[in-house]
């Protein structure tokens, strides 16, 4: 049994994996239409963490009313993404304080 190779056709993947010949992307990147601003982005983030906050409480209730299509590993893990969210923001407060002290005390 003969086993026949075929050439490597360079042009065909790196057109599957999304590049021209030369590596550049295909397509220019998607920016986002709402400015993409750090304030926009934030904002973003803070009501996510928000939202799954309140889904966890929302869980949270129904497993106290014993409603049988609300699973207790489902309440545990969305507490959890919530919580991880939570220190998330937290930890992006910290250091956002730390950079604003550190501009601060910069001497002109």
Do not use: H, W
């Not at 983030?45 to 409603?67: F, G, H, I, T």
């Amino acid at each position: 049994m003969e086993l026949k190779l075929k050439p490597f056709d360079f042009a065909q993947a790196t057109a599957r994996a999304g590049l021209r010949t030369d590596g550049q992307p295909l397509r220019a990147p998607k920016v986002a239409d709402n400015g993409g601003s750090f304030q926009t982005e934030m904002t973003r983030a803070l009501k996510a963490v928000s939202a799954q906050q309140q889904e966890a409480q929302r869980l949270q209730r129904e497993v106290q009313l014993d409603n049988p299509t609300v699973s207790l590993e489902q309440t545990m893990v969305a507490m959890q993404k919530s919580q991880i969210g939570f220190q998330a923001a937290l930890t992006v407060r910290g250091r956002l304080v730390q950079a604003y002290s550190e501009i601060m005390n910069m001497s002109v």
